[in-house]
């Protein structure tokens, strides 16, 4: 088994569990410094790897983090802002749709505006989730772009106001891809850069 560790805001590893074993038990290792393995869900705290360090009769073992739960608070938060920015972003395409469907230029607009804030909606409930596809889903900016075009030429100079809100939110997605599969993008950039 090979081992990451990430202890005083530094990664390092691969190591085998026979260092790390021994690192803990010289004290160069603390129950709440970070590790990952292969086939690991995410970073966990090192306490949570069996037999790393030795159970107390006063301490009991501490819980396994569940697949799929943050590690750090500030993680959940990023998160959280994320989904709530897109969550706004589709309220705010859908009220715009809105109003353009009202009047027959804007019919078009409309329609396609009230689309994207349903996609939107959905799209926050995704991110919560942190599914894995969720930054390849914002890579392409070709919606962006023509949804800019159709409020631009149709009456909805607003809607350009929403499309850099949108790219905002696209830009914190991609930043942060690695919160949506659990570590794996931290490690590949890093060994890459070792390399």
């Not at 631009?152 to 696209?170: E, N, Q, S, T």
Request: a negative charge; one cysteine or more; proline letters at 5%.
């Amino acid at each position: 088994m090979q081992i990451y560790l990430f202890k005083d805001n530094c990664q390092s590893g691969p190591h085998s569990f026979e260092q790390i074993r021994e690192a803990a038990g010289n004290g160069g290792i603390v129950r709440s410094d970070m590790i990952w393995y292969e086939g690991c869900a995410g970073w966990m705290e090192a306490a949570a790897l069996p037999g790393l360090f030795p159970l107390s009769k006063s301490q009991p073992p501490p819980l396994f983090p569940q697949v799929g739960a943050p590690i750090h608070d500030h993680q959940s938060l990023l998160i959280r802002r994320i989904a709530d920015y897109e969550k706004i972003s589709g309220i705010f395409w859908i009220c715009l749709g809105s109003l353009q469907l009202l009047s027959i230029i804007g019919i078009i607009a409309g329609a396609w505006n009230i689309y994207a804030g349903i996609t939107r909606i959905r799209a926050a409930k995704n991110i919560l989730a942190r599914d894995p596809g969720i930054p390849a889903a914002f890579e392409n900016m070709n919606e962006l772009i023509i949804i800019g075009v159709i409020n631009f030429l149709l009456g909805g100079v607003i809607g350009i106001a929403f499309v850099a809100f949108d790219f905002y939110i696209r830009d914190l997605v991609l930043k942060n891809s690695a919160l949506f599969c659990g570590g794996c993008d931290i490690i590949d950039t890093q060994d890459n850069q070792h390399q």
